[in-house]
């Protein structure tokens, strides 16, 4: 069958790289695309949210499936558009429909969710613009520090950890009243800081069945030691060596079962992946947050460990059969460590041209933020190229990918030198 992915990113390459290994792609679109899924399907410039454009190109190349890489389309109701067409209903579309993608798309959403099915997270109020003194006030019942967590979709930027109370207030006013994060922040969610390790939980579910992926630990600061300023993510280790068999029966029993129960229970139409980010505090999981999509850069360390046919599991969407699906995970450990441009996350400059990516050996070179000059490949993006590398455990597989990074180049290249440094 013909497939598209639509996204840009690292992520919607190792999809394509994936998918293109599959015995039913026959043709592989992207849209947009970068430098790296160029080499392996067709892309074409359309933007993930022009849905009348993205229906011309499924209806002109006969496309059977679509795969939705990143979480505003689905926010936007891609899946109920294309349920709502005669020509495009019959399409196999993965990601959840926009009622469902709600889980993502409004954090109070959430956890009204997350309450009402018993699924362990942190207490939490959520205020606005008229009930900002409000907020003030629950602040200071809280220890610090303090999480505030803007309601709508913010890039991945509109969490704010604070140690300080009037910080914490001052901040809160700001994404509030002068909606520091536009829209995204005209509601936020105030909830206690839980003391943890981190890591990130995926499942695979048809609406009925699901199957749980590989885990992973993703490193969103910038800085070594996790300092500094949050990013989409800096590299990524899977599996997470300490979510042992005892971990994982507390995480499907508590969280992903209660979860797909509860899509079900609340007739939530959900078709796709779930990211259920964890952490673990003590020996118990709690859930920080949904994603309706999979994690960047995550996918880059958990999808190449996935030995199973994706397009297999997907087609299985159709009529929910998935629990018939087997899924087979390789032994090795895989991690990413993610390339960025100098000043992201904050100002950064593109077109710069990256020297040495037909050099790397023995890892797989994922691109996320890259264009083509030219014929050069250059960099359009903060986070610029995603290295994998397998190994024995995420030691040996990161010393592979820092080896290969040694061998790119690209003006004001960063990478963060310690992944794996709080394992």
């Given at each position: 069958?013909?497939?598209?992915?639509?996204?840009?990113?690292?992520?919607?390459?190792?999809?394509?790289?994936?998918?293109?290994?599959?015995?039913?792609?026959?043709?592989?679109?992207?849209?947009?695309?970068?430098?790296?899924?160029?080499?392996?399907?067709?892309?074409?410039?359309?933007?993930?949210?022009?849905?009348?454009?993205?229906?011309?190109?499924?209806?002109?190349?006969?496309?059977?499936?679509?795969?939705?890489?990143?979480?505003?389309?689905?926010?936007?109701?891609?899946?109920?558009?294309?349920?709502?067409?005669?020509?495009?209903?019959?399409?196999?579309?993965?990601?959840?429909?926009?009622?469902?993608?709600?889980?993502?798309?409004?954090?109070?959403?959430?956890?009204?969710?997350?309450?009402?099915?018993?699924?362990?997270?942190?207490?939490?109020?959520?205020?606005?613009?008229?009930?900002?003194?409000?907020?003030?006030?629950?602040?200071?019942?809280?220890?610090?520090?303090?999480?505030?967590?803007?309601?709508?979709?913010?890039?991945?930027?509109?969490?704010?950890?604070?140690?300080?109370?009037?910080?914490?207030?001052?901040?809160?006013?700001?994404?509030?009243?002068?909606?520091?994060?536009?829209?995204?922040?005209?509601?936020?969610?105030?909830?206690?800081?839980?003391?943890?390790?981190?890591?990130?939980?995926?499942?695979?579910?048809?609406?009925?069945?699901?199957?749980?992926?590989?885990?992973?630990?993703?490193?969103?600061?910038?800085?070594?030691?996790?300092?500094?300023?949050?990013?989409?993510?800096?590299?990524?280790?899977?599996?997470?060596?300490?979510?042992?068999?005892?971990?994982?029966?507390?995480?499907?029993?508590?969280?992903?079962?209660?979860?797909?129960?509860?899509?079900?229970?609340?007739?939530?139409?959900?078709?796709?992946?779930?990211?259920?980010?964890?952490?673990?505090?003590?020996?118990?999981?709690?859930?920080?947050?949904?994603?309706?999509?999979?994690?960047?850069?995550?996918?880059?360390?958990?999808?190449?460990?996935?030995?199973?046919?994706?397009?297999?599991?997907?087609?299985a969407f159709k009529d929910q059969t998935l629990n018939q699906k087997t899924i087979e995970i390789e032994e090795q450990a895989a991690v990413t460590?993610?390339?960025?441009?100098?000043?992201?996350?904050?100002?950064?400059?593109?077109?710069?041209?990256?020297?040495?990516?037909?050099?790397?050996?023995?890892?797989?070179?994922?691109?996320?933020?890259?264009?083509?000059?030219?014929?050069?490949?250059?960099?359009?993006?903060?986070?610029?190229?995603?290295?994998?590398?397998?190994?024995?455990?995420?030691?040996?597989?990161?010393?592979?990918?820092?080896?290969?990074?040694?061998?790119?180049?690209?003006?004001?290249?960063?990478?963060?030198?310690?992944?794996?440094?709080?394992?």
């Amino acid at each position: 069958m013909n497939i598209l992915i639509l996204g840009s990113g690292g992520r919607e390459h190792t999809f394509a790289w994936k998918i293109a290994q599959s015995k039913h792609c026959d043709k592989l679109f992207v849209a947009p695309g970068n430098a790296g899924t160029q080499s392996i399907a067709t892309n074409f410039n359309i933007g993930v949210n022009d849905f009348e454009a993205i229906k011309e190109l499924v209806l002109a190349e006969d496309i059977k499936m679509v795969v939705v890489g990143p979480e505003d389309p689905l926010v936007n109701g891609i899946h109920d558009f294309f349920l709502k067409d005669e020509d495009l209903k019959d399409i196999i579309v993965v990601g959840p429909q926009k009622e469902a993608a709600l889980l993502e798309g409004s954090k109070e959403f959430a956890k009204e969710f997350m309450s009402r099915h018993n699924i362990p997270t942190a207490a939490y109020k959520s205020f606005t613009k008229e009930t900002v003194l409000e907020g003030h006030k629950f602040l200071q019942t809280l220890n610090p520090p303090y999480v505030l967590k803007a309601d709508g979709l913010a890039a991945g930027k509109g969490v704010l950890i604070i140690s300080d109370l009037e910080e914490a207030r001052e901040e809160l006013s700001n994404m509030l009243v002068d909606a520091k994060f536009g829209e995204a922040s005209s509601k936020v969610v105030i909830e206690e800081f839980l003391d943890g390790i981190e890591l990130s939980c995926f499942v695979l579910t048809d609406g009925k069945n699901y199957k749980i992926l590989p885990t992973a630990k993703d490193y969103k600061r910038i800085g070594e030691g996790d300092t500094g300023l949050n990013t989409g993510g800096m590299g990524a280790i899977s599996p997470v060596p300490f979510a042992d068999e005892v971990l994982m029966k507390k995480i499907e029993n508590k969280i992903v079962k209660p979860t797909i129960d509860g899509f079900q229970k609340d007739n939530l139409p959900y078709k796709g992946f779930v990211f259920i980010g964890l952490i673990k505090v003590g020996d118990e999981p709690k859930v920080i947050e949904y994603n309706v999509r999979m994690g960047d850069p995550e996918t880059e360390a958990v999808l190449p460990r996935l030995k199973t046919d994706l397009v297999e599991l997907f087609a299985a969407f159709k009529d929910q059969t998935l629990n018939q699906k087997t899924i087979e995970i390789e032994e090795q450990a895989a991690v990413t460590v993610v390339l960025v441009s100098g000043g992201y996350p904050e100002a950064y400059q593109k077109g710069k041209e990256i020297f040495g990516i037909e050099t790397v050996e023995d890892s797989i070179v994922f691109h996320a933020g890259t264009t083509t000059n030219n014929g050069k490949t250059v960099t359009s993006g903060g986070r610029v190229l995603a290295i994998t590398s397998y190994g024995e455990d995420y030691k040996k597989a990161l010393k592979k990918s820092y080896q290969n990074i040694d061998k790119l180049c690209f003006d004001k290249m960063y990478y963060r030198k310690d992944l794996g440094f709080d394992l």
